[in-house]
């Protein structure tokens, strides 16, 4: 597992939520602590989280994390071009990459294993899939790092998944989460429901 690195994804202005979704709370903790921890339950130890709006406030955050940073300076940039910022921070060591996203917090470690399991035995590139929708995170073996610092930013992971799709294994998962993000207050606030049974408490 030390040789799988993980990119959380956090540069976005969270526009359409309204509030900023990394720092809302899930459950007893946050949307972004819950990710993180996920993960490293998973056996994830290595994980660079792509900053961009608020980049100061969320390292100040998580400052306890055992966290690497990187700045995606224009977080109204595609996706694309927040993964190039990730994999540039990644260690040297690492042969393959997690692409993981902040506001899909309900993942759950054993999905995350197995998609690493899947890699280990041979595979190259994964995607979770339920009830035949694709989610994340995604995982991409490193031997396509080259390509992975110049995805079309029109087409972006799905382009290249599509380019590739020879050595792409579709992963079923028992977990809706993996293909439910949190666009709208909406969505996060049926999803904490889903989750938790309660609604999330705001505070006063």
């Not at 995606?72 to 940039?77: F, G, K, L, V």
């Not at 994964?126 to 079309?152: A, K, S, T, W, Y």
């Amino acid at each position: 597992m030390s040789e799988v690195s993980a990119i959380l994804l956090a540069a976005g202005r969270s526009a359409r939520m309204g509030a900023f979704k990394p720092l809302l709370p899930f459950g007893k903790t946050t949307v972004v602590r819950s990710g993180i921890q996920s993960l490293r339950e998973a056996g994830v130890e290595d994980i660079v989280m792509v900053l961009g709006h608020r980049a100061k406030e969320l390292q100040e955050n998580l400052g306890d994390l055992r966290l690497h940073f990187a700045l995606n300076p224009d977080a109204t940039s595609e996706m694309s071009a927040s993964i190039a910022c990730g994999l540039r921070e990644l260690p040297p060591d690492a042969r393959a990459a997690l692409i993981a996203l902040t506001d899909q917090p309900a993942v759950p470690p054993d999905v995350i294993r197995a998609i690493v399991s899947e890699w280990i035995s041979g595979e190259r590139l994964v995607i979770p899939e339920f009830q035949g929708r694709g989610g994340h995170p995604v995982l991409v073996d490193l031997r396509f790092r080259e390509e992975l610092l110049n995805l079309d930013s029109s087409g972006g992971l799905g382009s290249f998944f599509k380019t590739h799709q020879e050595h792409v294994r579709r992963l079923s998962v028992n977990s809706p989460f993996i293909a439910r993000d949190m666009d709208t207050w909406d969505d996060y606030c049926a999803l904490h429901e889903e989750v938790f049974g309660i609604q999330p408490d705001l505070g006063p």
